[in-house]
Structure formats: C-alpha cells, structure tokens
C-alpha cells in the first residue's frame, strides 16, 4: 500500500514537474515581469521543487523496500506535496507566463491527497497489525509475557 502510494505522489510531482519546465509558456509574458516577479517566481516556485524533487524521491525509493517504518514519511511528504500544490496554484503572477502551472498544480492537489490518504491507510494498518500481532503473542503466554522461553 506504502509503495502504491509513493508511486501516486511520484507521479503528482512529474506531472506538476511538467507543467512548471516543460509546459506551455508565453515569452511577453516572461517579459513583463520585473526583475521582482521573475526572482519571487523562482523563490517561490522553482526552487522548492527542485528541492522537493530530492526529497520526494528519496521518499519513493524509501517508500519501495518492505519496511513498514517508511510508511510515515510517505504520508508526511505527500502532505507537504499537497500544500505545496496548493501554494503554487495561488500564485497567480505565474499564470500568464505559465499557462499550464495551475493544471499541473491541480493534478498534484488530486495525486498528493490520494497518496495521503494511501498512505494513512498503510500506516493505520501497520499500527493495527501490530496491536493484533502482540495481542495474539501475549494470549500464547502465561501472566501475558512473550519473552519468558523456560518454566515461570
């Protein structure tokens, strides 16, 4: 479930990846923004996805080994990717420029939330598992005790 969801945000996060490098865009556009618009455009945006990039993807190949402990980062990340989708869609200076960002940041908002909402499902089932699986070892054992080997 851990390594479904990872794979949903990955995919969020190339398709919001797209929009923002690879999109559509409008050179006057670009133009008519001051030096202002074009460094907050950057700070605002482009930088925190180049580095959410690393981070998303460490997530993801963390997300696909068969620990059960990676299955709170997954949910953590995909929340941040989330609002950062949802921040990125209100800048609104970028979408003359960039037409194809608030797709993109949209389709990221969808992604994020079903990767969380994944997510949240492997964690509770971790947790739960576990519960289940200490229940059933302490029922086996006299006074509750699992870790007794010899006679009491």
């Known amino acids: 479930m ?6 949903v945000l990955a995919a969020g996060w190339v398709v919001l990846g797209r929009s923002i490098f690879f999109g559509t865009y409008d050179v006057g556009a670009i133009d008519d923004l001051e030096a202002g618009g074009r460094f907050a455009a950057n700070f605002a945006v482009f930088w925190p996805f180049m580095l959410g990039t690393v981070i998303v993807g460490g997530v993801v190949v963390a997300a696909l080994f068969p620990r059960p402990a990676t299955a709170v980062p997954v949910l953590v990340t995909a929340v941040m990717c989330t609002l950062f989708a949802i921040w990125v869609r ?6 003359t420029a960039f037409p194809s960002v608030p797709l993109g940041a949209s389709l990221l908002v969808i992604f994020g939330t079903a990767a969380a909402a994944l997510a949240a499902v492997a964690v509770l ?3 739960l598992g576990r519960r289940d699986a200490s229940a059933r070892v302490d029922a086996g054992h006299p006074g509750g005790r699992s870790d007794s080997y010899g006679p009491e």
């Open 2 to 7: 851990k390594a479904l969801a990872g794979l």
């Open 90 to 95: 209100i800048q609104d200076f970028m979408f």
């Open 125 to 127: 089932a971790g947790v």
